[in-house]
T-cell receptor, first 112, second 113 residues
Framework: NAGVTQTPKFRVLKTGQSMTLLCAQD?????MYWYRQDPGMGLRLIHYSVGEGTTAKGEVPDGYNVSRLKKQNFLLGLESAAPSQTSVYFC???????????FGQGTRLTVV | GENVEQHPSTLSVQEGDSAVIKCTYS??????FPWYKQELGKRPQLIID?????GEKKDQRIAVTLNKTAKHFSLHITETQPEDSAVYFC????????????FGTGTKLQVIP
């Protein structure tokens, strides 16, 4: 059972380039989340999904887009990367709102 | 939405001593409060959680207390060990139409052997 898997693990982008981060979960969870983690700022929610075909904005959505075409996958896109998007990105999934969130291993993104 | 504040941001204790991390939340209707541990370079993992119908929950050396009136909850680690060194995050479930949890900013715990 793989749990939550993120692809890629590391990436370096030039300013203005685009990319997509993939999150895949094999637990049939309804809820999926994308967070960014910066020193001293904890885990800040970018976007989330409460089911296949749904998405909603979190705390820091600007500059990001998401899609959840399949229940098991949640994609995070950066259309035009900026140095301020340098961060560690975590995907997470839960079956219910008041149950454990399972996190992916993280993606370290550097924008130069 | 929910606002969660966590203190202290860093904490150093001697091995064998106790550690306490405190969080406050703003939404009086919140009813689920998980705690996550993140070791260096790894993903956050749930260590304990508490729901609003109980005031305290224990799991071996870890305990969480909840005071709904004051809107704060705390993590207590007793007999600390070097492997307890990590960043700890508290969180609270947003009520109403917000289907998500809000995390605190984290506490870096260092256990000195």
């Amino acid at each position: 059972n793989a749990g939550v898997t993120q692809t890629p693990k590391f990436r370096v982008l030039k300013t203005g380039q685009s990319m997509t981060l993939l999150c895949a979960q094999d637990m049939n969870h309804e809820y999926m989340y994308w967070y960014r983690q910066d020193p001293g700022m904890g885990l800040r929610l970018i976007h989330y999904s409460v089911g296949e075909g749904t998405t909603a904005k979190g705390e820091v959505p600007d500059g990001y887009n998401v899609s959840r075409l399949k229940k098991q996958n949640f994609l995070l896109g950066l259309e035009s990367a900026a140095p301020s998007q340098t961060s560690v990105y975590f995907c997470a999934s839960t079956q219910d709102l008041n149950t454990e969130a399972f996190f992916g291993q993280g993606t370290r993104l550097t924008v130069v | 939405g929910e606002n969660v504040e966590q203190h202290p941001s860093t904490l150093s204790v001697q091995e064998g001593d106790s550690a306490v991390i405190k969080c406050t939340y703003s939404d009086s209707a919140s009813n689920y409060f998980p705690w996550y541990k993140q070791e260096l370079g790894k993903r956050p993992q749930l260590i304990i959680d508490i729901r609003s119908n109980v005031g305290e929950k224990k799991d071996q050396r870890i305990a969480v207390t909840l005071n709904k009136t004051a809107k704060h909850f705390s993590l207590h680690i007793t007999e600390t060990q070097p492997e307890d060194s990590a960043v700890y995050f508290c969180a609270a479930l947003d009520s109403g139409g917000y289907q998500k949890v809000t995390f605190g900013t984290g506490t870096k715990l260092q256990v000195i052997p």
